[in-house]
Each structure stands twice: as structure tokens, then as C-alpha cells.
């Protein structure tokens, strides 16, 4: 029962995740978080961050590691195979009309409507993790923030982390792994 | 009796025609199948290669295959690579396992599909199993929890600046319908905590109907 509800789970993830990894966030954010609490907020932050450090998608890195915390190996299998499932399918039926067909018009005006809403998919659970960041999860609900109970150093470092990444456009991955360090630094040294 | 003679050389000569192609049939598939087995390890072992090093978002993985697929092996033309990109863009689930699907696809069919899924999912399910598994006892460290806390604001900065990069992009196309859509999905979204997959579907809905639409009304007026 367990297993059938991680699968699912995960075949809805990878079933409606259309537009690279970030788009994945707010649906994986929903299924482990909110509906099924597989998951704290905190350690979903967690998982985001860690996905940005180690290699693959993170919708199979949170499949892997939530299948992983709810049941073990067995589940980590389960969960991964059910967010490609729907994948293998569908690429595997566009892949064979388009080499038929070569016509490509319904999904590029399905993309269309679709390219800003992930945008904004986007935009929306980055704004969640920011406001976990700054406010260390204190703050529930987006008008129910306290300015003062603000995280400085996480402040900070979102902010030159943003303005490096917009100047220079280094791997985002040097500027994670400086505020790892950074922030090694403040939260325990200071 | 020599009329029934010509067709029994016929039968004869097609017979040891048959027998002679089924034998290098034979004798072909073994290489075949050496070559396949080849192709399918050559398959596997690329695509794990590019997981296991694809860091931070599935984007970057394209490039890699092109190195890979296109310029080191000169398995796929420019052309096809940026259809396949498209289609893998544009199709759910994970950008990495779309584009090894259809290059797996492309190069050896169905089975070649599953080569290459196994590849790309390998790498992640493992290390993010490792991981977990330390996972527990890593959280209550003070050292990792200031790293990750530190961590958590760089995410944030990360995707601040994927978000302005795309939304940018949207808003140079000086597209109203473009804009409008991004302004309503986010607000559905992120104040009135719509459900995900709902504006998922009316958005693709939209764009689709829209569209068509285009074409209708071009069609019209030529």
C-alpha cells in the first residue's frame, strides 16, 4: 500500500514536471510535503539543496531519498521508477511520431501557454525557499512575516549570491559551496 | 521428360538460394549481435558518464550530449540534436532522462531506450541512497546544519536567478498572452495556493488552443 502510494506519488511528479529540474519543485513540494508529510519543509529544502550538489534531476534525487527515509532500498526503486514512468512513455510515443511524422505543431502550442507558467511555477517555490532561508521556517504563511526575526547572514548571502550570479555567471554550484562556507563560518564560529 | 527440368532447377536453385541466406543470416547475427551488445555498452556507459556528472539542473546535461552524440561520435546531426532537445524540453518529467530516452531511442531502438534510462538514473539513485542514509545523523551536526543553512540561502540565490534569466526571455518576446499567463499562474500559485497540476493543464490547454487559433485565422486570410 505504502509502495502504491510512492509510486503514484512520483508518477504524478513526473508526469506534470514539464520544463527542466526547477519545475519539479512545487509539485514534488505538494506530494511530499503537504499531502503526505514524507517530508518536513526543512528537510525539502534540504533535499533541494543537496540535489544542487550532487549529479541527476531532482525529481529522481528526491525520489530516491524520500522513497529511501519512507521504505528503504525497495522504495527508493519504487519511487524512481514511478517519476520516469511517465516519461519513458510519452518521449517514447513523441520519439516515434516524430520520426514518422516530423510535425511537432500540438506540442509547441501546448508549449506556448506552458513556458511562462513554469516561470512562475518557479518563481513560486523559490520565493518558498527564500522565505525559509531568511526566516528559518519561523514564518508560516507569506503575510504572517516578521521582518524582524530576519536571518542577517542568510540575508546577506542570498543577496551577493544573487548579484555574483547575475555579474558574473559562474557555476552555480561555486556560489552554493561558497555560502556553505560562508555560512559554516557565521553560524558557528561567530 | 526435360519440360518439369527447368522448374526443378528452379525449385532447387531457389531452395539453396534460401538455405544459403538463412546461413549467412546466421552467420550475420552473431556479428550483429557482437556490434549490438557493443553499441548497447557504449550506450550505458555514456549516459552514466553524463549523470554522474551533469551538477545542478538538467540543462547542462544537453551540451554534454552534444559533445558526446554529436561531435565525438558523430552519431546524430546538429539539426536532429535540437529537435530532440526541443521534444525533451517540452515533454514531462526529468530534461536528463527525456533526452537519453530518445538518443537511446534514435540509436537502438526500444531496448536501446532502456540502456540508456538505466545509465541516467543509476548515478543519482545510488549517491542520493548513500546519502540518505547519513542523512539522519548529518542533520544533527552542528558543522553540516551551519553548512546547509548557509547552502540553503545560495539555492535561493540560485533560483532567483534561473527565475529572472527565464522570465526576462518571456517578457522580450513582448508577448501579451505570454506575460498574462506568467502573472496569473503565479499569483493562482503562490497566494491563492492553486493546485499545480490544474494550471499546468489550462495553461498547456491555452497555449494549444491559442495556437491553433493562429493558424485558423492565418489560413483565412491567405
Redesign the interface.
Known sequence: MLYLKLFWSFF?I?????????A?M??IQ?QVVDMNHWLSMN?F??V???S??????????SA??VG??VSG?FG??VA?VG??F???V???L??YF??KYQN????????????????????????S??V???FNGSAVS?FGINLSEIDV???I???T??KI??KFKP???Y??????????I???FI | MHTPLPYLDKAVACIYDKIISKLRLMGDTSIYMNKSIRLYGKLFTSTFYL?????????VIIPLMHKKFVEKYRWIEEKEML?LT?????????????AS??IG??LAG?FG?FVT?LGT?L???I???V???F?NGF?EN??I????????????????????T??KG?INEKNM???L???V??SA???FNM???L??LA??????????YG?YKQRGMT
Open positions: 504524478q513526473g508526469l506534470f514536471s514539464i520544463g527542466g529540474g526547477y519539479a512545487p509539485l505538494k528537510e529544502v534540504d533541494v539543496t543537496i544542487q550538489m550532487t549529479p541527476g534531476p531532482i525529481a529522481i534525487n530516491t531519498f529511501m527515509r532500498t527508493a526503486i524512481t517519476c520516469i511517465p516519461s519513458c510519452i518521449v517514447l513523441i520519439a516524430y520520426y511537432l505543431l500540438v506540442i509547441q502550442g501546448a508549449l506556448k501557454g506552458l513556458r511562462p507558467a513554469v516561470v512562475s511555477l518557479i518563481a513560486s517555490a523559490g520565493l525557499i527564500l525559509l532561508a531568511l507569506w547572514v542568510a540575508a548571502l542570498f543577496v549570491g544573487f550570479l547575475r557555476n552555480p554550484v556560489v552554493m559551496l561558497g555560502c556553505g562556507a560562508v555560512g559554516l557565521c553560524y558557528q | 549523470s554522474a556528472f551533469t551538477f545542478g539542473g538538467g540543462y529537435d526541443a521534444i525533451a524540453q517540452s515533454t514531462p518529467g526529468a530534461m536528463a532522462v527525456n530516452i530518445l531511442y534514435r526500444v531506450a534510462i538514473i548515478p543519482p539513485l549517491i542520493l541512497s546519502i540518505s542514509l542523512y542533520q552542528a558543522v546544519k551551519a553548512i546547509l543553512k548557509g547552502m540553503n540561502a545560495g539555492v535561493a540565490a540560485v533560483v532567483a536567478d534561473v527565475t529572472v527565464m522570465g518571456i498572452f505570454a506575460v499567463i506568467m502573472i499562474s503565479f500559485v503562490f497566494f493546485d499545480v497540476i494550471i499546468i495553461c498547456a490547454i491555452l497555449g494549444l488552443a491559442v495556437t491553433i493558424r
